[in-house]
């Protein structure tokens, strides 16, 4: 970018003729014609800075957000919510005055250029945004997908991607309590990392972003600011990867944990002092976005001298200034008089801390540079205004054949050998296997309140020491199945983290979304991310649980391949009180083994039509959000009152992935018997929706079943824990050892 | 009448609230120290908690050793008022020479957080007196540096005089020498060791043991005696 002459407001209205790098930054010519009209000028360099990284697809959701209100105009009626969309994240309700915040979002593209560093920033944004609503981070989570588990680039990704979550989590002091990690040749070139955090407050310290109050000053404080990560939003996270294209690498930010725990501590020492009036993080477009959503959000106007931030790198322009994403800053409104105790706490932590403006009572976003005016526009037109696109989007034309190409119609296996011969094939599949040495590199145990972590159903979390009020979370995305019918997919997802919520005896609550998809320029996979969201956004209205906030991630794709539709869907829940909660593992010998809902022949998009024949094509499992809403039900009843001492949510792979795992986990075995009405293939393997397997004291199962019966929810005998096998009656038997050796070798064997 | 426990804070410090609410469980009372404050607010004992002082971008406890804190708990410590060291804080009390030997990254360069089976092998120390020799037990272990090091003369010792005071059972989980997952100094009032006591103390939270419960009802039990 030019930096002599200064390009000062006056300097760019004298010299409209100037042609300025629009293109490379990111925006369409139509784009740019826009500012002009705005500013009624061509804008400064500064002000090109600012409106193309805003107005990028990552920060202005330019093709999504026309979809995206369904989320607000479909919004079931809720008492929880006390923040929804649009926030830093969306706040709920779970009583005893607590509030908790949630969000989930997306670091896919970073992480597949650097996945260290690419996956610890990820972690980092997603934690500023919980504190900057005022709340303390409490947990994260990490939803996460690769390429082909034996591909040799899987191995260069996932443990860089593995090892930057822990190094920057466990450095946090933040507990990882769940995700996923999933395997599939369609994430080749564009992993999806997307990292969820959960925070916890009283009502009374909720803080938005927003500055009001003339005269308040604007401190930035955290990290100093460098020449990295300039131009990720604009140019890394909205365009599809290209091999034609120079290295993106510089793009990438760099984490710093340590600074980032000083830049928590000392931030909830501000609010505790009740000394902060609006707050900002800096993630994406940095201060760019900062100065404008604070502006824009709040009464006035904001002047900020950029001379004052605190640089790693002297020789930076204006311009770089603006737009970089050096990690680990925020930005305080702070009335005059409280101005210096805030810079005592920050000084305090060792965190640097500077005024660098003011909250105006005009309507202006003015930024000045060695006392001349660069940027002079109406914030609202940067951070609020920018572009929507009605992309267009068309059913592809391959949709019909695919689902045409139907699983159920797949050879099955004819007699008990083969059976447990694909049993054994299935749960060591690199999906299906157990993740240990991936979860064992995160911290489940910091902070002290971790009741439940992964490969539990939903990670939970006590935060109130006397009365065990607890919260739950879970994150679930299938991509075949949103490949095969998007609406329906994207349902499937919510209903399976709604139902991990409840399976662990928690009441679910809300839900963030990241939606990761290919490029909106597609008219095909802009059908997909329409139908996903109306499915999302149907599905959240029958089930009353809101979608409080949530992130985009477009232009997962490389060259014309396109990702699966990916939405992932996190599911907060709460628990009045944690003694109560529902482990998955097999306790105690003798229980009684029961099977809740409908079992039917539905093979498309399974984990055994993958593992077992590499095919994906036929209709997703059917949804009946219904019968969700009662298993849930019954799921929370029969943790409260005391009647099942495990649970397990039946998903991918099944009934005996299910009890495989529940078996593995407790170290107790069980003997199934195939029911009435199901053949042991479909009874074994089917992945109908709206299922879970529980273990009931046999004390208990009269009342259980008869709270079932009344509720008319279908429970099924299906067999006893016991012994250290799994046996299937009159088809196959085997022993723990084989199934843990099989379930657990995988991973370590690919990547260690 | 109750003891008082002090858990220094560092920049960086990650369980120090978690290692309050251990002292609180055993029934003393903590007291929360800060690094840039030398007096010790007259706790009768210190734990120096787990986390990364300082990013541990140096070395584990390189930095935090040189606290104002440090000052006063390395002079009490040789005094012979009773100091533990957890993770982070282990490596601290090596780097101030208050116990032998040091922490090297672990030997398969991963962090690792696993339920850890450990033989307590002194039980006469300060902060042990509730276990027995002998005594295994399950304690949550979570590190990156976690390798412990020592000359042979200095191994050979600690081993002659019965001061590795806990053993990893089973599985090493960091490649550690002689299995150490814990030691003492010659007077017993200084103890260091990886794992995590203070995240074993309830049943319903993490591992669901209380296995580390004992470091704190040992103390208590010392200071109210004495």
């Known amino acids: 970018m030019s930096r002599t002459p200064l390009d000062t407001v006056e300097h760019a209205a004298a010299t409209p003729d100037v042609e300025l790098p629009w293109a490379e930054l990111g925006l369409k010519k139509d784009e740019y014609e826009r500012v002009v009209e705005i500013l009624g000028r061509r804008p400064t360099g500064a002000e090109l800075a600012m409106y193309s990284v805003m107005w990028s697809e990552h920060c202005s959701y330019k093709s999504s957000k026309v979809h995206l209100r369904q989320f607000g105009e479909k919004a079931p009626e809720s008492d929880a919510l006390l923040v929804g969309i649009g926030e830093n994240a969306g706040v709920v309700d779970v009583g005893q005055g607590y509030a908790v915040t949630f969000k989930v979002e997306s670091h896919n593209h970073p992480s597949y250029v650097e996945p260290y560093q690419g996956a610890a920033t990820g972690v980092g944004g997603i934690v500023r945004d919980i504190i900057a609503m005022g709340a303390r981070p409490v947990a994260v989570v990490d939803p996460l997908r690769f390429g082909a588990a034996d591909h040799p680039d899987t191995k260069r990704v996932l443990p860089g991607v593995v090892a930057g979550i822990g190094g920057y989590g466990n450095c946090l002091g933040l507990p990882n309590i769940g995700g996923e990690v999933v395997f599939d040749a369609c994430y080749q070139g564009n992993p999806l990392v997307n990292a969820g955090a959960i925070g916890v407050m009283r009502h009374e310290d909720i803080h938005l972003a927003k500055a009001s109050g003339a005269g308040n000053k604007v401190v930035l404080y955290g990290a100093r600011t460098g020449g990295d990560g300039i131009g990720g939003a604009s140019i890394l996270a909205s365009e599809t990867f290209d091999d034609a ?324 869907v996190a599911v907060l829940g709460v628990i009045d009180d944690v003694a109560r909660r529902t482990p998955v593992a097999f306790q105690e010998e003798g229980q009684l083994l029961y099977l809740l809902g409908d079992t039917r022949e539905e093979f498309g998009g399974s984990a055994w039509s993958q593992v077992i024949h590499d095919h994906l094509g036929g209709l997703p499992p059917k949804v009946d959000l219904e019968r969700e809403r009662l298993l849930g039900e019954i799921l929370i009843s029969a943790s409260r009152d005391g009647m099942i001492d495990s649970a397990h949510d039946l998903s991918d792979g099944g009934l005996i992935q299910a009890v495989v795992e529940s078996a593995l986990l407790g170290g107790k075995g069980a003997r199934l018997v195939v029911p009435d009405g199901l053949d042991a293939f479909t009874f074994l393997f089917s992945e109908s929706a709206g299922r879970a397997i529980v273990a009931v004291p046999r004390s208990e199962e009269v009342r259980f079943n008869d709270m079932c019966g009344a509720r008319g929810l279908p429970a099924t005998r299906i067999g006893v824990v016991d012994g250290d096998t799994v046996e299937v009656q009159g088809e196959f038997s085997l022993p723990l050892a084989d199934l843990r050796e099989a379930h657990e070798g995988t991973i370590p064997a690919l990547l260690a | 009448m109750t003891a008082r426990i002090g858990v220094v804070t560092f920049p960086g410090s990650l369980d120090d609230r978690d290692t309050q609410r251990a002292i609180r469980v055993a029934g003393a009372e903590p007291v929360a120290l800060w690094h840039k404050d030398k007096d010790l607010k007259q706790v009768d004992a210190v734990v120096l908690c787990g986390g990364f002082s300082y990013g541990d971008y140096l070395r584990a406890g390189a930095i935090a050793r040189f606290s104002p804190v440090m000052d006063t708990v390395i002079d009490q410590a040789r005094a012979g008022m009773p100091v533990l060291g957890i993770c982070n804080g282990f490596q601290i009390l090596t780097e101030a020479h208050l116990l032998p030997g040091g922490m090297l990254g672990n030997d398969h360069l991963h962090f690792i957080c696993r339920d850890q089976k450990l033989r307590v092998e002194n039980a006469d120390t300060a902060w042990t007196t509730d276990y027995e020799a002998g005594q295994e037990i399950h304690i949550p272990l979570k590190n990156m540096d976690g390798r412990y090091v020592a000359d042979r003369r200095t191994l050979d010792e600690l081993e002659a005089e019965g001061r590795v005071a806990f053993r990893y059972l089973d599985f090493n989980p960091n490649g550690s020498l002689n299995d150490i997952a814990g030691i003492t100094n010659e007077a017993g009032n200084v103890v260091g060791l990886m794992p995590h006591p203070e995240h074993a103390v309830e049943s319903l939270i993490g591992t669901g043991r209380t296995d580390g419960l004992p470091f704190f009802t040992s103390i208590l039990k010392k200071l109210v005696n004495a």
């Open chain 1, 245 to 568: 294209k120079p290295s993106k690498r510089p793009a990438v930010q760099v984490g710093d944990p340590f600074q980032e725990k000083l830049l928590i501590e000392c931030t909830l020492e501000a609010f505790q002092e009740k000394l902060v009036v609006g707050i900002q993080d800096l993630g994406a477009a940095g201060l760019s976005c900062a100065t404008s959503e604070l502006a824009s959000n709040g009464s006035g106007g904001m002047r900020v001298t950029l001379d004052d931030v605190p640089l790693r790198d002297s020789t930076l322009s204006p311009e770089e200034i603006l737009m970089s994403e050096s990690q680990e800053r925020m930005c305080a409104v702070v009335e005059p008089d409280k101005v210096d105790r805030f810079l005592e706490i920050c000084d305090k932590w060792d965190v640097i801390a500077t005024v660098i403006g003011e909250v105006t009572d005009g309507d202006r976003l003015e930024i000045f540079w060695h006392g001349e005016k660069i940027v002079d526009v109406d914030p609202r037109t940067v951070a609020h205004e920018g572009p929507t696109y009605e992309r267009p989007y068309a059913r592809p034309s391959w949709q019909d054949e695919l689902q045409a190409d139907d699983a159920n119609k797949l050879p099955r296996p004819q007699n008990g050998e083969e059976l447990k011969d694909q049993v054994l094939k299935l749960v060591a599949s690199p999906n299906q296997a157990s993740k240990q040495w991936i979860t064992q590199q995160y911290d489940h145990f910091v902070q002290g309140n971790t009741v439940l972590a992964q490969p539990e159903d939903s990670g939970m979390i006590r935060i109130d020491e006397a009365s065990g009020l607890g919260v739950a979370i879970a994150t679930d995305g299938n991509g075949r199945y949103a490949k095969l019918d998007p609406y329906t997919g994207a349902q499937l997802a919510l209903a399976e983290a709604y139902r991990n919520v409840a399976t662990t005896g928690a009441r679910p609550l809300a839900v963030s979304d990241c939606l990761n998809f290919g490029s909106p320029e597609d008219p095909a996979v802009m059908w997909q991310f329409a139908e996903a969201v109306r499915g999302l956004a149907d599905g959240c209205k029958q089930l009353g649980t809101p979608v409080t906030g949530g992130n985009v991630s477009l232009y997962n794709q490389t060259g014309e391949a396109a990702i699966h539709p990916t939405p992932v």
